[in-house]
């Protein structure tokens, strides 16, 4: 009685049971295709905050690295959306080739593993603008010497 008033007193509580899916059980079950293209979206902006660390610790030489970044925030977003679009349209492939009705269960799996998918993309993208600020930022303090 006692969990069902906490329950009713603060929906949290009552949604606070163990997760049946989470962000590693989604990677854990993408297919090889899909899993590289994350790996790929998650390395791309580490590789961004490194470039980006580097080009900050050379001085005041200008030196490469801010084509890299330019390009990761305008194709980040781009290829976690083709990668999300990809999954949404096997998913739904699937679904109309399924002879009875579909329950959701069955289908959050693959939305969840579109929307991480979209969500890398962005964060890629995200991070792509911010080291790309930085670095332009750089770039026209050391050309204007101040």
Known sequence: MAVLLAGLASPGVALAAPPGLT????FGD??????LVMLAL????????????L??????RL????AYVSALRLGGP???LMGAMYV???????IANARAAVPVAVLAPGFAEAALLFLLGLLAGVVGVICHWIIEARIDRTVLGS
């Open 23 to 26: 962000p590693g059980d989604v």
């Open 30 to 35: 993408a297919a090889p295709s899909v899993k």
């Open 42 to 53: 998650v390395v791309g902006a580490l590789a961004a905050v490194i470039v980006t660390a």
């Open 55 to 60: 080009k900050l610790a050379s001085g005041r």
């Open 63 to 66: 030196s490469g690295g801010s």
């Open 78 to 80: 781009l290829l976690g």
């Open 88 to 94: 949404l349209l096997m998913g739904f492939i699937g």
